[in-house]
């Protein structure tokens, strides 16, 4: 029996109506590049469950019809659908599912990922005829195998054999804890093409987009990309202080990764043995939460490696804070490893947008301060030039908007956005923009629904917001819905927290930053 394992294509690409002005993907410099690891690692964990074929789909490439058409020509053949959904592809995963149960309502589904834990009761009971079971959470690979396992052999259900199962129960919602657990590192990457192609998409779209700029920037040409999971996590969720735009839903444990160094290069070289020369290390952020390993790392790199002369080992990239990378030992460690580029989120541009955003390390005792905050302004304009010594390439990113911005502060950040390219010229590989979304999870997503703590933490800031009357009408708009028009949420937000902007306007300021770093030679989406 096949079980597809989906991740969705964005929702406003498939279904009419849908708004897609400052959300399209394709403006995202790495949409459709890569494998989807999530959707991977599932697929390949469910290998252990006999009689079971995994099929991996993923959206983003696969025209989605192809999709809808091999369920109604497989239907009698598969025992589940399981869909990765984020807000942006949760509706198409509903339309999925809901095809799948009108041609053969046995077909059980599975929902997952960020929305569904971020709004669990609201997803469960708004759909009770498309969605069976949810896993909420990180650590669910475990429990969701077993799940399959006891759908395959024609078993009950338990909900408590299974961690991190949410099921609905009349109008309540029962969860079952997670449980720990290591990392999944047996990756299957012959799934890939098992029943849909996808390797030749994503190569036409890694030679479109990445190939071209990596190789002008560096002189090295890299052949495919894929991430590789190391470690997961980032250490501002140590203290549950996540960016304020952060919707990552990281489960029971903070932070997790394999177990050594040796187990680390395993999984390098695996992706390496695959045909893949262009790793993306998929952790929140590396140098400060996976220090160690790195270090672990860097001192005792595998006979395979060293034997590789530099320019034929694969590449890796990965993600880091302003004030990781601003270290120049942290960075070196990262060059050593053969780390070629990072993606930074310099996100706002001016010291109290940054505070906004809770972009600063804060310590607990010191959460209000905004010297944090002067510091992070000067990590962003450090870790530029210690990227530039140490040979590293950045693809940087932007945020557009946060609590209490005006059009004064909207200014600022525009300005220090594109002094900030202007500084980086030459190291930039590639450019992402951003208007803010209120993604559910998220504390922007809390304040679009709750007027007062909007209020009270932009005054905590010294900003403003608009009236509370407005704002309460926006936000009973989106209480208690599972389906969220990501771009009709971010102009009820702007409208209700940014005073005397719209979501034009924030739209005006995007395209201005990228219209700079285009001339700046700098990659930017599509």
Known sequence: ??????????????????????????????????????????????????????????????????????????????????????????????????????????????????????????????????????????????????????????????????????????????????????????????LLDRVFEHSKLYHENFHGRVVPTFARLTGRTVTAGAPVEIGRGCIKFARDDACSFCSIQYGGMWRNSVPDAPAAWALVE???????????????????????????????????????????????????????????RRAATLRGLGVRQLMVGLDAGTPVSLQAMRKPLVPIRDAASGYRAELMFEHNVRALRVARDQGLLLKVGFVVGHLGMDATLLRENVDSMKALLDTAAGGVAALDVEVLSPEPGSLDFTMLLDPDRARDRAAGLGLRTPGRRVHEARARKWRGRDVIDREEAMADYVESVMPGLTLDDLAAARAEVRDHGRSLGVTIGA
């Open 270 to 328: 695996a992706a390496f043995r695959a045909g893949y020369d262009y790793l993306y290390l998929t952790a929140d952020e590396l140098p400060l939460t996976f220090g160690r390993l790195l270090r672990e790392m860097a001192e005792s790199p595998p006979g395979w490696w060293t034997d590789l002369p530099e320019d034929d080992r694969p590449v890796m990239v990965g993600y880091a804070r302003a004030d990781g990378l601003s270290d120049e």
């Open 1 to 190: 029996m096949q079980v597809l394992v989906v991740s969705p294509p964005n929702s406003n690409t498939v279904i009419d109506g849908a708004s897609c002005t400052v959300t399209r993907p394709e403006e995202h410099t790495d949409w459709s590049d890569f494998p989807n690891l999530g959707v991977l690692t599932l697929a390949s964990a469910l290998r252990a469950v006999p009689g079971v074929e995994p099929v991996y789909v993923d959206g983003t490439v696969v025209p989605w019809p192809d999709v809808l058409a091999h369920v109604e020509a497989n239907a009698g053949d598969i025992l589940a659908i399981c869909v990765s959904a984020l807000t942006a592809t949760y509706e198409a995963g509903l339309q999925l599912c809901a095809a799948a149960k009108r041609i053969d309502e046995r077909i059980v589904t599975v929902f997952g990922n960020d929305h569904l834990t971020a709004l669990t009761r609201e997803c469960l009971t708004s759909r009770t005829r498309v969605i069976d079971y949810a896993f909420v959470g990180n650590e669910v690979v475990g429990g969701f195998v077993d799940l399959i396992r006891t759908l395959s052999a024609g078993g009950e259900v338990s909900p408590p054999d299974h961690p991190g199962l949410v099921v609905l129960d009349g109008q309540r919602v029962v969860a079952t804890p997670q449980r720990e657990e290591p990392i999944h590192t047996a990756i299957d990457y012959s």
